[in-house]
């Protein structure tokens, strides 16, 4: 049984029974489905979730990834790209990853969770749940050293580092303008986030 929902901004489907389901078949699904353009698609939980990119979205994603392109190579960010994670059918769409030195694919040919040294997602109204909530609890699990959540529509971000045992142990908030120090951190840099915009 499959339950979609559709409100202005998201089309949210369930699928019971997902149990039976394997990440690789409902990906397989969703490829033959008519995603709309510009959505972008994510299992979060077994739940399949598609959202909207916006411009102001997007330029966040972009001045994080300039940002960081002085530590990292291109091929070591990605965005929007699968990656499998632990949990009940977790298969997210990050807004911005970067991987580690000698990070390689896996058997299927997607890059492995234990790779990743830094995930940032910019919150969309109609997600925003699942970044506070699901993927938070997800990313500490996965001991990702560093996950940062960009909120536009209340100018702040948050900063949790420092996994373990299923939990971040550091956390910080400030406001936009306010620089995200990771230099204690395996990026070992600083973010500025006065040009973020606001929704």
Known sequence: ????????????????????????????????????????????EGAIFMSPQRDNHWDIIAAMYEQL??????????????????????????????????????????????????????ISKETARNDYGSKLETYAVAEVPVYL??????????????????KYHRYLTLDFGEPVDLTDTAVGLTLETADFGRE
């Not at 699968?82 to 997607?110: M, Q, S, T, Y």
């Not at 959540?149 to 299923?166: E, F, M, R, S």
């Open 69 to 122: 392109r002085s530590r990292y190579p291109r091929k070591r960010m990605k965005s929007d790209v699968r990656l499998d994670f632990p949990g009940h059918l977790n298969g997210f769409a990050c807004d911005l990853i970067a991987l580690r030195d000698g990070a390689e694919k896996d058997d299927k040919g997607r890059w492995r969770y234990q790779d990743i040294e830094f995930v940032a997602e910019v």
């Open 149 to 166: 959540i960009v909120d536009p529509y209340t100018g702040t971000w948050h900063l949790h580092t420092l996994p373990k045992d299923g």
């Open 1 to 44: 049984m499959m339950t979609i929902e559709l409100t202005d901004n998201r089309i949210e489907i369930e699928m019971a029974g997902s149990d039976e389901l394997s990440l690789d078949m409902m990906f397989d699904w969703l490829e033959r489905m008519p995603v709309p353009e510009g959505y972008k698609v994510e299992i979060v």
